[in-house]
């Protein structure tokens, strides 16, 4: 295997990261709250902590974790919640008592959760009030479970008065909470108490030690809990450090994190963030437009990290124009494919190019990516990371030729130990010479800068000719009338499979007429959509924002 992209590097970035500089994610925790002390880490709501308060809440929490609930080294806890300030508290309180964390998505139903919860062994749950009543209907199915239940208000950790209000409106104004009764439940501020009166045992840790079970897959069949240890999210953070060294300053940084952290991406990013110093703007819910532009416009913000349909959003809304872009260097995506059109938009609004990489859950997340410099947006989704290699495998495990369409297999020190209790299935994921098979297809080309086509499964076969249906939705997404697209294959007596587009009108005048002829103009005749449906209602999409293709299928068989 050729490493044609160490040839593109730019002068200083190494080819290899240096893997043992930290023993786990505690120690990069503790080196950024020691040098970095008063500096701003998170905001949230108006609220802000710093590195010390971050340092000094996790540690009572870790605390309780230990003394309160006797949890050990190895012991799961679940944090299910969106971005608030006790997310980073909680997290990092778990980490630092050597305990391993499951994220989980506060908006699954009972039986997701219950899944969950019973396949990690979930000892400890923390949980926002507005979803305890799901976790109620879990334990009143499963009496038995040995679970402690700590929970949280929105407001938590604002100051008082604002905490008082904050938690009111919620509550009594809003209705987000419904009715829940879980015996036992202890409060958040309650664990805090409790643990800044206890001592936070230091509890040895190592690379192989398991930091998160991240769960995947659960769109495609029952989730899987993707084993990640400290030394693959070390890894990845030295990695994506040394990729970043050049364009963003230690302690000068202001990142939006708009995207959940429960879900990698926002969590990997938010860790290296926090690695440099940097202070992080956790938003809420980011649908809530006029609270995450009052955001972007309060911090001279350096980085956001997005997908294309959040940026999409944020172009779409007039009140991105008075956003002040000034101080913007890095605009990241990633969990989906980042259209044309947006890519265009965006550069054109802000004057900084949509900076694409590529990761899975089973890669902590980042293997790929676009160096930041880049002067504009490419298509590409760029060049290993240092440390990592990458290659085009076809079904039977070789490699193909530069240019030539198969799946991207990669190997590298933040790939996963695993799936959780799962050998079967880490087996089928891994080929025999240990490279990981990510599902998706791409290419690759002369200067090692890779190019993802589509997900394997998502491919559309029509009388015997591939069709990617990202080239499809960035040809539709060109024309001005439409406002979401999404492409399927359906089944067809002659051709086997057609394409066919679902589309989200922004112009209600568009015509399926006028799309069509658009279309024409972009695409090859076996490309062309056979079947175009109009949708009254947005797209069905994960809590990520990524069009969720499988969901349109079953919906829409025809």
């Known amino acids: 295997m050729q490493k044609a992209w160490l040839d593109h590097y730019p002068a200083g970035m190494p080819a290899e990261v240096n893997l043992r500089e930290f023993a786990s994610l505690t120690e990069v925790l503790e080196r950024s709250c ?22 000094r809440a996790s540690r009572d929490f870790g605390a309780f974790l230990q003394k309160g609930l006797h949890l050990r080294k190895g012991d799961r806890v679940a944090l299910m919640m969106p971005n608030l300030l006790q997310y980073p508290v909680a997290l990092f309180g778990a980490l630092r008592a050597g305990l ?39 334990l009143d199915r499963n009496p038995d479970l040995p679970l402690a239940v700590i929970t949280t208000e929105v407001g938590d950790l604002l100051p008082v008065v604002r905490e008082l209000l904050t938690n009111l409106v919620v509550k009594h104004v809003k209705h987000l909470v419904p009715a829940w009764k879980i015996d036992g439940a202890i409060s958040f501020h309650a664990a805090l108490r409790a643990g800044r009166v206890q001592t936070l045992d230091a509890v040895p840790l190592a690379h192989e030690d398991t930091a998160f079970l991240q769960y995947t897959g659960g769109t495609t069949g029952v989730a899987k809990g993707a084993v990640l240890t400290h030394g693959n999210m ?55 437009m006029q609270a995450f532009l009052h955001d972007l416009k309060k911090f001279p913000f350096t980085a956001i990290i997005g997908v294309n349909t959040l940026y999409r959003a944020l172009l779409d809304e007039p009140g991105f124009a008075d956003v002040d872009t000034r101080s913007l260097k890095l605009t990241s995506a990633g969990g989906m ?43 590409k989704i760029g060049m290993p990371v240092p440390s990592t290699q990458a290659v085009i495998l076809d079904d039977d495990g070789s490699e193909l030729p530069i240019g030539e369409v198969g799946e991207i297999c990669v190997r590298g020190p933040q790939v996963m ?36 086509t589509d997900r394997k499964k998502d491919m559309i076969v029509v009388s015997g000719f591939k069709v990617f249906p990202n080239q499809i939705e960035d ?25 066919k587009i679902v589309v989200v009108r922004k112009d209600e005048s568009l015509t399926e007429a006028s799309l069509l002829a658009h279309c024409r103009q972009h695409l090859t005749g076996y490309k062309m959509p056979r079947i175009v449906e109009f949708s009254l209602e947005p797209l069905p999409k994960t809590n990520l924002g990524k069009i969720l293709r499988r969901q349109l299928r079953a919906a829409r068989p025809g």
């Open 34 to 55: 020691q040098r970095f002390g008063d500096k701003p880490a998170f905001t949230n709501m108006a609220a802000t902590f710093s590195y010390d308060d971050l340092d």
């Open 100 to 138: 391993t964390v499951v994220n989980v998505n506060p908006q699954y139903t009972a039986p997701e959760l219950e899944h969950q919860l019973k396949d990690a062994g979930v000892a400890a749950v923390v949980v926002l009030e507005n979803f305890a009543h799901t976790l109620q209907q879990v």
């Open 234 to 288: 070390v890894a990845n953070l030295q990695q994506m450090a040394a990729w970043l060294a050049k364009d963003l300053l230690d302690g000068e940084e202001t990142l939006v994190c708009p995207l959940p952290l429960y879900h990698i991406y926002a969590l990997t990013s938010s860790l290296v963030f926090l690695k440099k110093g940097a202070h992080t703007v956790l938003v809420t819910n980011p649908r809530d």
């Open 337 to 379: 494919a980042v259209q044309r059109i947006v890519a265009q938009r965006w550069k054109s609004r802000t004057g900084v190019p949509i900076v694409e990489g590529y990761g899975l859950t089973e890669t902590s997340p980042v293997v790929i990516s676009n160096l930041v410099g880049i002067a504009e947006w490419t298509g």
């Open 417 to 452: 130990a695993g799936y959780w209790n799962r050998p079967d299935e880490t087996a089928r994921v891994f080929t025999e010479g240990g490279w990981l098979r990510t599902g998706d297809m791409g290419l690759v080309d002369e200067q090692g800068c890779f190019q993802i």
């Open 475 to 499: 040809a539709v997404a060109l024309h001005p009338g439409v406002a979401e697209v999404a492409a399927i294959g359906v089944a067809d007596e002659r051709s086997g499979e057609v394409v």
